[in-house]
């Protein structure tokens, strides 16, 4: 038997006999795997190193909010500054320039001057609307006369039901006075916390125009040379997005106020100049902004208009805001900010209920800090990852934009003239002479 099975193998011919001893070395070559249950550790491993990590970033978060919520009377003044130094910061600059002022006296005319037109549009505007608001009140009054005379005539109420609801709210009225007193008091307070803050700002811009220019110098000198480069670098973006944003948002509501304007007037609508200063300045909160501004200028034109009118002021409101949201904003804000729409409006959302008016009014500059935070963060990544781990340092010179201004100089192009013109003077002069 065993001799068989002797001549079987000697019979097997060499080919075959090569081929099984390869696939016999080459299993036993193959790498083996790891089990299962590293695989599975690994994983679980993997998850509970981010968990932490993000864990540890929301509790980092959840301390900067109160910190931000416990201080936000001393921030919130500083933010409104910086926005405001970075709307007069070319008038300054010009003044330095051209007109060879010192920075001190040169932020002082600014800020004089700024001041001086908001305080002389209020006292322009401000007889119109003390004798329109008269006029609106009584037309109220007259409104509220025919629906009341509506009401009787129709069956819906009777006049018992009338007469019980007049007696409630008188009764609900008289309840509420301490309340009502209550409020009167917190709106003397607050409108006396917003003049010192309105002083507080007017002192801050003054700082920021005069001192600001050293500011970069002291942050590369505090911190070193590679992690100030990298600071000094972002915190040029950050201006120069900030800039952008309030000019181009300046332009914007500004072309909303004039076409809401001029339409309010062609259709006859009362206190037509305030209402598009109020669109101006509710340009600045997107969305929400707009909204309250056309919804005030609705209730004015059906007062004092009637419905029609106020359908009118609707249609004109709507037509507007197509147009600025589907023109104006894509085409000036596109290279100032680049946020989605969502994103707007989740930020004034937000802005809005944590901190008020005055959050809804820094929600978006806010915002586009963060996104230039973001960039600059994924673009260092990036930078890392193509030179094989090593961290680069900034290019200022290379990659910083010069930074995008809507808004045509106007002050550079006028000293410009005027230098023009003095020169041919002197030259005609000369010749003369």
Not at 64 to 76: A, R
Not at 376 to 387: C, G, I, K, M
Request: net charge negative; hydrophobic share 50%.
């Amino acid at each position: 038997m065993s001799d068989k099975t002797h001549s079987d193998d000697a019979h097997v011919e060499p080919g075959t006999r090569d081929a099984e001893q390869a696939t016999a070395e080459m299993v036993s070559e193959a790498p083996v795997g790891p089990r299962k249950e590293v695989v599975i550790g690994q994983g679980i491993a993997w998850t509970a190193t981010w968990s932490a990590r993000w864990i540890l970033i929301a509790i980092a978060l959840v301390i900067v909010g109160e910190v931000i919520g416990k201080t936000w009377s001393i921030l919130m003044p500083v933010a409104l500054a910086l926005l405001v130094t970075a709307v007069l910061a070319p008038i300054a600059g010009f003044f330095e320039r051209r007109a060879k002022f010192p920075p001190s006296l040169a932020a002082a005319a600014t800020l004089v001057g700024g001041v001086g037109l908001v305080t002389w549009g209020i006292f322009l505007m401000a007889p119109s609307v003390a004798s329109q608001s008269t006029e609106i009140a009584d037309d109220a009054v007259k409104g509220i006369d025919e629906l009341q005379k509506w009401v009787r005539d129709s069956n819906l109420f009777n006049k018992d039901q009338i007469d019980d609801f007049l007696a409630a709210a008188q009764k609900k009225l008289s309840e509420s006075a301490d309340v009502i007193a209550g409020g009167v008091l917190t709106g003397v307070s607050a409108v006396t916390s917003a003049l010192i803050n309105m002083v507080v700002i007017a002192f801050l811009v003054f700082f920021f125009l005069k001192d600001g220019r050293n500011f970069r110098p002291w942050v590369r000198s505090v911190t070193g040379p590679s992690v100030g480069e990298h600071l000094v670098e972002l915190l040029g973006r950050i201006w120069a997005t900030l800039g952008g944003f309030i000019r181009t948002q300046a332009l914007v509501s500004g072309i909303d106020a004039v076409l809401i304007g001029i339409g309010l007037v062609v259709i006859g609508v009362p206190l037509a100049v305030p209402l598009a200063v109020l669109t101006f300045f509710g340009g600045f909160v997107p969305i929400v902004g707009a909204i309250a501004a056309g919804a005030i200028a609705v209730l004015v034109a059906l007062v004092s208009n009637g419905l029609t009118g106020a359908l009118w002021v609707l249609l004109l409101i709507v037509a507007v805001q197509q147009i600025e949201g589907n023109l104006l904003s894509p085409m000036l804000q596109s290279k100032s900010m680049n946020l989605h729409p969502a994103m707007v409006l989740l930020s004034v959302t937000l802005g809005s209920s944590l901190y008020g008016i005055a959050g809804a009014f820094l929600a978006v500059p806010v915002a586009a800090v963060l996104a230039v935070l973001f960039r600059y963060l994924l673009e260092q990544v990036d930078r890392t990852v193509a030179r094989g781990g090593k961290t680069p340092e900034p290019r200022p010179d290379e990659d910083e934009e010069e930074p995008y201004n809507p808004l045509v100089n106007v002050g550079e192009k006028v000293g410009a003239l005027v230098t023009k013109v003095r020169a041919r003077r002197a030259d005609r002069h000369e010749r003369e002479a």
